[in-house]
Antibody, heavy 122, light 108 residues
Framework: QVQLQESGPGLVKPSQTLSLTCTVS??????????WSWIRQPAGKGLEWIGR???????NYNPSLKSRVTISVDTSKNQFSLKLSSVTAADTAVYYC??????????????WGQGTLVTVSS | SYVLTQPPSVSVAPGQTARITCGGN??????VHWYQQKPGQAPVLVVY???DRPSGIPERFSGSNSGNTATLTISRVEAGDEADYYC???????????FGGGTKLTVL
């Protein structure tokens, strides 16, 4: 059973960089036709896809966040990470990491982390 | 970018059938996936590729997709089905994930 766990600071100051890590257990991050993704959800609102990464390092980002987002992977640690720069209060949300199944031409999320709340405030 | 439209809320009595729609331009040409999210919890995949169910999801959950509307159908609704439901597609032209705005299912 694959499990994902987000970790990182719960409070980030405005204009600083939000950094989160997702640790994958129960399977290798490098195996299979899987991508790894970040999704966020502001309180009381819907889900927003942030981006994805393949273990080769290939990435795709939501155009609305592309200029501020970097997703990276560390296969030796079975982890992938999110960095979001120049944050504002609008970036306050629960951040989820998830496994993305590649069933080309479509993709869907089959395993999710429990989510971690990140608040942007001084 | 591709837009998915869901009704904000749907209400149904226990034992009845709930239908949650997801509208999009020619959505029938895409594969639609559905997630259930209960308060304080992460989303759970309940239907993928329009109508397939992951292991462990009751047969009461089914999906269809045609034209400009995809539908998640929940038969014999139970109190435990009360949750937010999100549809999702992959916009292959832009290579990015798209979620609908979500529908709150209330069991009366």
């Amino acid at each position: 059973q694959v499990q994902l766990q987000e970790s990182g600071p719960g409070l980030v100051k405005p204009s600083q960089t939000l950094s989160l890590t997702c640790t994958v257990s129960g399977g290798s991050i490098s195996s299979g036709s899987y991508y790894w993704s970040w999704i966020r959800q502001p309180a009381g609102k819907g889900l927003e896809w942030i981006g994805r990464i393949y273990t080769s390092g290939s990435t795709n980002y939501n155009p609305s966040l592309k200029s501020r987002v970097t997703i990276s992977v560390d296969t030796s640690k079975n982890q992938f990470s999110l960095k979001l720069s120049s944050v504002t209060a609008a970036d306050t949300a629960v951040y989820y990491c998830a496994r993305l199944i590649a069933a080309r031409p479509t993709y869907y999320f089959d395993y999710w982390g429990q989510g971690t709340l990140v608040t942007v405030s001084s | 970018s591709y837009v998915l439209t869901q009704p904000p809320s749907v209400s149904v009595a226990p034992g009845q059938t709930a239908r949650i729609t997801c509208g999009g331009n020619n959505i029938g040409s895409k594969s639609v996936h559905w997630y259930q999210q209960k308060p304080g919890q992460a989303p759970v995949l309940v239907v993928y590729d329009d109508s397939d169910r992951p292991s462990g999801i009751p047969e009461r959950f089914s999906g269809s997709n045609s034209g400009n509307t995809a539908t998640l159908t929940i038969s014999r609704v139970e109190a435990g089905d009360e949750a937010d439901y999100y549809c999702q597609v992959w916009d292959s032209s832009s290579d990015l994930g798209v979620f609908g705005g979500g529908t709150k299912l209330t069991v009366l």
